[in-house]
């Protein structure tokens, strides 16, 4: 059974900083490029990053450029977003999502989800 499983979201304030995982189990996770996205309340689910072996890192959210990273530990089937100076306008559920033909910012390119994990950045 594929699953990806989100973890390490919470309330912060702002200026804060916050590790999010997506671990992911039930396929070879080095043939899927694997994204995180994120949607607020009432917002249109949103790319963030994107990390393959094939395209490497990819940017699509100019407004955590410098403050957000992705990263992935191919051993432990997990991929980080590593997110710093946190400011309320990061408030959002934020996703992972796995992909067997690369990354992309569309939600719909995607194949498998996992739950989300909610993040709250306060004033």
């Known amino acids: 059974e594929v699953q990806l499983v989100e973890s390490g979201g919470g309330l912060v304030q702002a200026g804060g900083s916050l590790r999010l995982s997506c671990v992911a189990s039930?396929?070879?996770?080095?043939?899927?490029?694997i994204g995180w996205f994120r949607q607020a309340p009432g917002k249109e689910r949103e790319a963030v990053l994107c990390i393959s072996d094939s395209d490497g890192t990819i940017g699509y959210l100019a407004s955590v450029k410098g403050r957000f990273t992705i990263s992935s530990d191919n051993a432990k089937n997990t991929v980080y977003l590593q997110m710093n100076i946190l400011k309320p306008e990061d408030t959002a559920v934020y996703y992972c999502a796995a992909s067997t033909t690369g990354c992309s910012p569309s939600v719909t390119w995607n194949d498998y989800w996992g739950q989300g994990t909610q993040v709250t950045v306060s004033s």
């Open positions: 039930g396929f070879t996770f080095d043939d899927y490029a």
